[in-house]
């Protein structure tokens, strides 16, 4: 799995209303597009594994997916409709010591 030392995003976070991010969300996408190595994706149907490390327990484990799932098709030129299937791991960490893994990989 690929760690990004950043602080998962919560959905919440993201949006104004329906259709506009939010200044936050965008200081998260810009450092990500920085943060991601160079991969390959799989041209199949696609598993991703995510694990979202928080330094608050009363995170929801699935707010931060959407947001960071987006940003990873930004980067990577894929669609999200191609995932088939995913695994999410919400782990606590000390304050200031957040991170997000995550992994991608063909089904067959």
């Given at each position: 799995m690929i760690k990004i030392d950043i602080?998962?995003?919560s959905v919440n976070e993201a949006w104004k209303g329906r259709r506009f991010k939010t200044d936050k969300y965008k200081s998260f996408e810009r450092s990500l597009l920085l943060l991601l190595p160079k991969i390959e994706i799989p041209e199949?149907?696609?598993k991703v594994n995510f694990e979202f490390g928080f330094s608050n327990r009363g995170s929801?484990?699935?707010?931060?997916v959407k947001p960071f799932q987006d940003v990873l098709q930004k980067k990577y030129g894929f669609n999200d409709s191609k995932i088939y299937e995913a695994i999410v791991k919400k782990e606590i960490v000390?304050?200031?010591h957040?991170?997000?893994?995550?992994?991608i990989t063909e089904i067959k």
């Open positions: 602080k998962p995003l199949g149907k696609l929801d484990w699935d707010n931060p000390k304050k200031g957040e991170y997000i893994k995550f992994s």
